[in-house]
């Protein structure tokens, strides 16, 4: 079976959104929630995806882009 070839290259993932803020951070309050706050991932490049490990940070230093997670908030 042939080797499936993954070409990564260095670049932004967000064409428009947002585009005049640092980090894009959006929350949605929900009520039932285990932890107070709870982080997920919208760079695609977290270790622990779905959940953020703040690898967005690398990847806007890298590439001049602005995402950043989305938070779950507990109210
Ligand atoms: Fe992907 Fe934080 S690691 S948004």
């Known amino acids: 079976r ?3 070839m993954v070409v990564v290259r ?3 993932i967000n064409p428009d959104i947002k585009k005049d803020e640092a980090k894009v ?3 949605v309050v ?4 285990s932890k107070p706050l709870t982080a997920y ?6 270790g622990t995806f779905p959940l953020c490990d703040g ?6 230093k ?5 995402v950043g997670p989305l938070l779950l908030k507990k109210q």
């Open 2 to 4: 042939p080797r499936r």
């Open 10 to 12: 260095a670049e932004a």
């Open 25 to 27: 951070v959006d929350s």
């Open 30 to 33: 929900v009520t039932e929630l």
């Open 41 to 46: 991932c919208r760079c695609w490049r977290s």
């Open 55 to 60: 690898s967005h940070v690398k990847h806007n």
């Open 62 to 66: 890298a590439t001049g882009d602005n």
